[in-house]
């Protein structure tokens, strides 16, 4: 099968990280570019750890463009240190990158990309969705260029991590959001009900650490810091897999196991509710009926297996 | 032990109904008085609803207090004759009630009876919380008066019933419902979780039917209307157990079997949001750590017998 192309957009970001090493392990997908965003770290911060992550996997043929400093509404809120370290790699050191990131903007090399494989594109996000909102704003047309758009972000019947039902990627650009998720194309939502119900834990980090490999062994270290974080959310030292675990579904090497095709809206009032994706699963207990002009699968569940696949797929690297 | 008092608010309704004959049924307490409010059916009919019904029991000697018309903001939307009938009660017939309503408006008679039982009035509600907010703003000091609330209303992790995440009692009037969730008082919120979490099926019914009778009966009859809206939502002929279930628990005949205390705000928004009980779950991985200033028990699970719990006391009526 020829691998189909495939553009990613993240705040790198120590799961960012582990998103990119997958999709740069997976046949099924052509990694054409990436785009940066602000969100764990800033969006030039994040061009520097993407580029130099490629580098690192020997894939600095790549494009990465930076994308949107500022989420559409106010300005970007700052990093996360407490979670991702000062440089949204857990304060790890890499090789400076030789490459620069390219001189377009992220959206726009989006465009780019879905003209140059009209039909064939697929779209990751993992990061707030500043720049496909940019891109749909530059090129109204591109949902039809567009063959899926996978989006790590949301919370459905599960709570929020910003705040009790925003997640961080909508929650940090909720009209941004809003815009991607009205728009006309298919659009798989992977939100915490599924990133959170699983765990890579300290047996899987140390597979990583021993693997003898670059790429690998700099995920193993930075999730030293990412499991002194998640402490405060599991109790022990172990970790979600929010970013990865969209690329397995985006490229096919996770396979959902409850995933309806539901209405979704984005929250952009000012009220307790704002970030929220208000999914609507009413039909639960009907096994999810058709909703007429829903254009938007919300992954529930995956198998149980789910983490060991995904380091599975990162040790092959 | 001394039977409690407790004080009925409600908007009669077939699970109403249920509720209050759950509520006659229970020793453990001591029916001090009835209030309704529009919501299933308008506060009036609702009134000769509980009063018909109440006689049927032979329990006439219950004060019945005619609550709000329309909720806070806006006028009353109207009745739901597909779920509850043109009379509330699935258009069964009832011996016109002998007594009247009181002539006091129920937030009054709430005052009154909290102010007769200092410390010791538990209320519960299964309709809009227009009384009880109108009942706080007459009487700041009520919850320091009233033992403990509670509330069937709202959505935690699940959806809503009227909207993707708004249940029907918060969101007939959200504005109400924000004043009771923020007053200083204990409150057990039962939401969608669990209600819709159990079902009455048609083997209960016929036990009630065949229980020989005059209340039982006269709720298998109009069950009989509300399992023939239920097949939309579950695919069968059956009910969930909205009203009957938080009757239950404020008076100790089921007992939750996962219940955190945690901040709750309602959207007042009007925004996709609007009527949601926002819970703070998000302390789920750690068993729910204390929040501070939380007074707000949210039932999230009950035990797998509560169904057959309700049924049982209903038939020693």
Chains 1, 2 share one sequence.
């Not at 899926?148 to 925003?166: E, L, W």
Request: charge should be negative; proline fraction near 8%; glycine fraction near 8%.
């Amino acid at each position: 099968m020829t691998p189909q192309p495939l553009y990613y957009d993240c705040d790198t970001g120590i799961d960012d990280s582990m998103a990119l090493a997958y999709l740069l392990a997976s046949p099924e997908i052509d990694l054409v570019g990436v785009g940066t965003v602000s969100g764990n770290t800033d969006s030039a911060q994040a061009a520097r750890n993407t580029l130099a992550l490629l580098q690192l996997a020997g894939r600095d043929d790549i494009p990465v463009a930076v994308g949107a400093a500022d989420p559409q509404a106010g300005t970007y809120a700052g990093p996360v240190p407490h979670i991702h370290g000062h440089n949204g790699i857990g304060d790890i050191t890499l090789p400076d990158p030789v490459q620069s990131a390219v001189a377009e903007h992220a959206a726009d090399l989006i465009i780019r990309l879905a003209r140059a494989h009209p039909g064939q594109l697929r779209l990751l996000t993992t990061g707030p969705l500043t720049n496909l909102a940019e891109a749909l704003r530059r090129e109204p047309e591109l949902p039809s260029l567009v063959k899926a758009v996978t989006i790590m972000g949301g919370a459905a019947h599960q709570s929020g991590n910003i705040s009790p039902v925003a997640e961080a990627n909508i929650g940090n650009d909720p009209e941004a959001a809003a815009e991607v998720l009205a728009a006309r194309w298919d659009i798989t939502l992977v939100p915490l009900d599924v990133t959170l119900a699983h765990t890579l834990e300290e047996d899987d980090r140390q597979l990583l650490l021993d693997s003898g490999r670059p790429l690998p062994t700099a995920l193993g270290s930075m999730l030293d810091l990412y499991f002194e974080f998640y402490l405060s959310t599991y109790g022990r030292r172990c970790c979600a897999i929010h970013d990865p675990l969209a690329a397995a579904i985006a490229v096919g090497g996770v396979v959902p196991t409850l995933a309806p095709v539901v209405d979704v809206v984005v929250d952009t009032t000012d009220g307790p509710g704002r970030g929220q994706t208000i999914c609507d699963l009413r039909g639960q207990y009907l096994n999810y009926p058709p909703q007429p002009g829903a254009h938007c699968r919300v992954v529930l569940q995956t198998g149980p297996d789910t983490a060991s696949c995904l380091i599975q797929r990162l040790l092959t690297l």
